[in-house]
């Protein structure tokens, strides 16, 4: 099992090759849940990830004859681009297996960063399969993204860091993935201080932690596709297992909804990107899944910020809509000129923005002569759109509000 002074030992090894990222207060995030918010912003090292900390300290561990090799890694993304950037930095050759779902956007950054990219797999699990029989055909050294001594005791580094700020917490919020970095994290912390509290967040979809905790031991479990990716891991690690049953306090779940409405809080208030996984922190404390935080110092692990742009165009569009900031209402009128205009002078009196407007006449349930206008709105929320309905309704267009 990693020790403290493995850890320590860890940081000395990495030394200024690791970006000692900024612990920051959130005042507005304090007083939307309850208690003081702090953020370590893992999202802001130079591969977007905590993972490159583990993947660096193995990497300098490796014999002459393992670097001369070159080595491989099995990754969703932010350990491959770990891996991947510090190996070419050292001039070692670099090959990731990535599951074929992975987004463009890591799977182009780790090429970037001089990794070579074998597609593979549906999922995280499979591509672990494969790059081990890859690297002993090669003769290559693996790396894992999580169930090795030194990646554990690199990620722990965190912890020792979070000691030293001047804020004294009272509990660490850590995503969970495969549990490399909350193992490090908690031997870090738990040896030196026994009394703060270590949470641990999964998604809802891949528990595996939370099953290896309750059932003694490691189980596989069933997934589902999860916007938290790199949290994506079917089966615990071993080691990592025994570590988090010894030293992490409880483990909570949180969906699909509350990881993407953590996301869009993350972006508005504290103008900062994270990945899914990276914000399941803040959902779980945002959504009540931890009790005794009211007023504690609570610091929350962003650990990552490679999220695809798509992605999150949608889940910014879906929490507006869930805000009521975005809207759809349907008005239902005769269809002749100036109807519109009519509809859009009310809009634009209300303070609210047209988006986009659809005209329905030959599939509505009008009668002949009607039209259905659908309008895509940007309003200040659901007592904004209440207000511009009764307006319409004033003025004799039938008007409701769509789902």
Do not use: W
């Amino acid at each position: 099992m990693v020790k403290l002074s493995d850890i320590k030992a860890a940081r000395e090894r990495v030394g200024r090759a690791i970006y000692r990222t900024p612990c920051t207060h959130s005042l507005t995030l304090s007083r939307i849940t309850g208690c003081q918010t702090y953020f370590k912003l893992e999202n802001l090292q130079m591969t977007g990830s905590f993972k490159e900390r583990g993947a660096l300290n193995k990497l300098l561990q490796l014999s002459e004859k393992e670097r001369n090799a070159g080595v491989i890694a099995a990754s969703a993304g932010n350990h491959a681009q770990g891996v991947a950037y510090h190996a070419t930095r050292l001039g070692v050759r670099s090959v990731i297996v990535m599951p074929k779902a992975t987004p463009l956007i890591k799977v182009a950054n780790t090429r970037d960063l001089g990794g070579e990219v074998v597609l593979h797999g549906a999922s995280y699990d499979d591509a672990l399969e494969y790059a081990k029989q890859l690297a002993e055909h090669h003769k290559l050294t693996f790396i894992h993204a999580f169930d090795d001594d030194a990646i554990i005791a690199g990620q722990g580094t965190i912890g020792l860091e979070l000691l030293e700020e001047e804020a004294r917490f009272d509990a660490v919020v850590i995503p969970i993935g495969g549990g490399g970095m909350i193992s490090g994290m908690a031997v870090a912390m738990k040896e030196l201080r026994p009394e703060i509290r270590i949470i641990g967040v999964e998604p809802e979809y891949y528990a595996s932690m939370k099953a290896a905790v309750k059932h003694g031991h490691v189980v596989d479990i069933q997934g589902q596709p999860t916007i938290a990716d790199g949290l994506a891991v079917k089966r615990a690690g071993e080691q990592t297992a025994e570590i988090v049953s010894k030293y992490v306090d409880d483990i909570v779940t949180v969906s699909e909804g509350e990881i993407a409405s953590a996301i869009l809080k993350l972006l508005e208030i504290e103008k900062t990107v994270a990945e899914g996984g990276g914000a399941a922190g803040l959902a779980a404390v945002l959504f009540n899944k931890i009790g005794n935080l009211e007023g504690r110092n609570v610091a929350i692990i962003l650990s990552g910020g490679n999220i695809d742009p798509n992605l999150l165009s949608k889940i910014i569009e879906r929490g507006l809509a869930k805000d009521g900031r975005l809207m759809r209402i349907r008005a239902m009128m005769r269809d002749r000129p100036g109807e519109l205009a009519r509809i859009c002078h009310h809009v634009a009196a209300a303070g609210a923005n047209i988006l986009d407007v659809e005209h329905n006449r030959a599939f509505s349930n009008l009668e002949v002569g009607g039209v259905e206008i659908d309008l895509t709105l940007e309003t200040r929320g659901p007592e904004h759109v209440l207000k511009l309905l009764s307006t319409l309704r004033e003025d004799g267009i039938e008007a409701r509000e769509l789902s």
